[in-house]
């Protein structure tokens, strides 16, 4: 049987921009759009043009993009002519393939906020589709507020469909804008609606106040509805919209979904899946949430010893999915509650074959053991429990040697008088007999020590130069003055690529030491630098 087609449409640079603390520049968002377009995404709605400087700019640039770019914008607004609206005529003049205008559609609304009539509501809806088709644009129509509306004032919210539609509108979209109907609902109104307007014809465009927007898409298309509007990561006013990343691999790798229908993302492009939602969440400034799902670094982890012997002998029996479907990986987590098939099989995956019985398995354990108990945390810092491994088998060169350091923190007023505190940083290091000294200023003692032992470290200079903090989580563990503190660093190489690394001591430079030393001598090993 032949599949049906479902359109995704990525409003990431639309609603997304709406978030809480995220403003996108022109060069952010045309990434953005790069990235949704790579990903194989349908639409990607690019904003306001002729509302603030950063949209107009984006439609006045040159895109090649496979995906149809959108414009969005109000319906004409009451008691004007399309003539007559400068907000119109800017949208759709706008270099766009499409437009998608936003229209309420519960009685309410209009007379309460537009303070005009049902009947002029309904005009403003079929003038502004008719002036976009006429100019032979691809029109969508935001239904506004449509499942309220449709529950308050059925006929009403029906009529503003079905008027954009009958003037010509590509896809009529029925927007929970409150983000409050729950899947049932969603799936009762989209199926009265799809018997007036066809179903392919019919958008979803869901909000997650009650963290059920992936479920709402998935029950609209069930009902009929032939396009998803979603962002990724499910960036979003309030709680945000539908996460198109726990979507597409949904509707890719269910069979309910992936017999019945096809997307625009093919099986290579869903392997950069996670890539993609991780790009984003850099771009942001945020750490990737951990159990985000599919995508997550804890999406396929398993913890207990006798859950991991099972999960090499057959993934399945603890994965919906193949991890590598979306581009994430399998992690069995190495902890105090693990076995020595946890162990054998993490070792496996970074590339060490060791045989069961060997007697530094059972050794490499008992370290990992004696660590956690005094505060390492290896599941959550992998790259620190695979040097440790290596280490335990005798495979880590000793690249170089930091022979001393020194941290002070400094309160003085500066030049001008302002009060101001600096970090400096100063390193001594053996690298091949050579002894180096390196200073650094830092805005904290960690952000100096950082500085200096990266500055210079001779010969194996070159390898580290693309590495980066992305991120350094402290916690302090017991409590009162016996208290140790934990700190977890997340570096990233030149290609993208990411771990964690721990220290403990009672002394959170040293903890920091220990972790940043770590991150530097994982890069080097990843590298192949040469001992
Ligand atoms: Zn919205």
């Known amino acids: 049987m032949a599949r049906e087609r479902l359109y995704l449409f990525d409003t990431t640079l639309r609603d997304g921009a709406q978030t809480n603390g995220v403003d996108f520049t022109l060069n952010d968002k045309l990434a953005i759009a790069k990235m949704l377009d790579d990903l194989g995404i349908d639409y990607v709605e690019g904003g306001y043009p002729g509302a603030n400087l950063t949209d107009t700019e984006l439609f006045a640039q040159e895109r090649r993009l496979a995906a149809t770019f959108t414009a969005f914008g109000m319906a004409r607004r009451p008691g004007r002519s399309t003539s007559n609206d400068p907000g119109l005529a800017a949208l759709i003049e706008a270099k766009a393939d499409a437009i998608c205008f936003v229209a309420k559609s519960w009685d309410y609304h209009v007379r309460v906020a537009l303070e005009t009539s049902l009947e002029e509501n309904l005009a403003s809806i079929r003038d502004s589709v008719r002036a976009a088709v006429g100019k032979g644009r691809e029109v969508l129509l935001d239904c506004e507020h449509f499942f309220d509306g449709y529950k308050a004032n059925p006929q009403f919210a029906l009529a503003c469909a079905t008027a954009a539609y009958e003037e010509g509108a590509r896809w009529i979209v029925l927007c929970d804008t ?10 009762a109104i989209v199926g009265a609606v799809v018997k ?41 006013e309030r709680c945000g919209n539908a996460n198109l990343v726990s979507i597409i691999p949904t509707l890719k790798l269910k069979p309910e979904f992936a017999d019945r229908f096809d997307i625009g993302v093919s ?8 890539h993609a939602s991780h790009t984003l969440d850099e771009m942001l400034n945020r750490a990737p949430n951990r159990h985000a799902p599919y995508v997550g670094e804890s999406a396929f982890a398993t913890k207990a010893g006798i859950h991991a012997s099972a999960i090499m002998k057959e993934p399945a029996t603890y994965e919906h999915v193949p991890p590598d479907a979306v581009g994430n990986r ?49 599941e959550a810092a992998d790259a620190s429990f695979e040097l440790l491994a290596r280490r335990v088998l005798g495979k880590v060169p ?13 309160q003085r007023d500066n030049a001008v008088g302002r009060r101001v505190t600096v970090s400096l940083a100063v390193v001594k290091v053996k690298v091949d007999g050579e002894t180096l000294i390196s200073a650094a ?5 960690v952000n100096a020590l950082d500085l200096a032992l990266r500055k210079d470290l001779g010969k194996y200079q070159s390898y580290i130069s693309g590495l980066t903090l992305t991120d350094y989580r402290v916690r302090i ?26 220290g403990v001591s009672p002394n959170i430079i040293d903890a920091s030491f220990q972790a940043l030393m770590d991150s530097i001598v994982y890069k080097l090993v990843k590298s192949g630098a040469p001992a």
């Open 477 to 502: 563990l017991d409590g009162g003055t016996e208290a140790v503190t934990r700190v977890l660093i997340e570096s990233q190489d030149e290609a993208g690529e990411r771990w964690t690394t721990v």
């Open 330 to 378: 399998r992690k069995l987590l190495v902890s105090d509650q693990a076995g020595k098939s946890n162990v054998i099989a993490e070792l496996d995956r970074i590339g060490i074959k060791v045989d069961k019985d060997d007697a530094r398995v059972a050794r490499l354990l008992d370290v990992v053991k004696e660590r956690e108990a005094i505060g390492y945390a290896y």
């Open 178 to 187: 409150n983000g409050g109907a729950l899947p049932h609902e969603i799936e």
């Open 267 to 274: 099986d290579a492009q869903l392997k950069t899946l996670a």
């Open 398 to 410: 000793n690249y170089f040697n930091v022979e001393k350091f020194d941290v002070s923190v400094e």
């Open 441 to 445: 200023e830092g805005n904290g003692p």
């Open 196 to 236: 007036v307007i066809p179903g392919t014809h019919v958008g979803i465009h869901a909000h997650n106040d009650t963290e059920q927007a992936v479920a709402n898409s998935l029950a609209a298309v069930r009902a009929g509805a032939r396009q998803i509007q979603g962002t990724l990561n499910g960036l979003g």
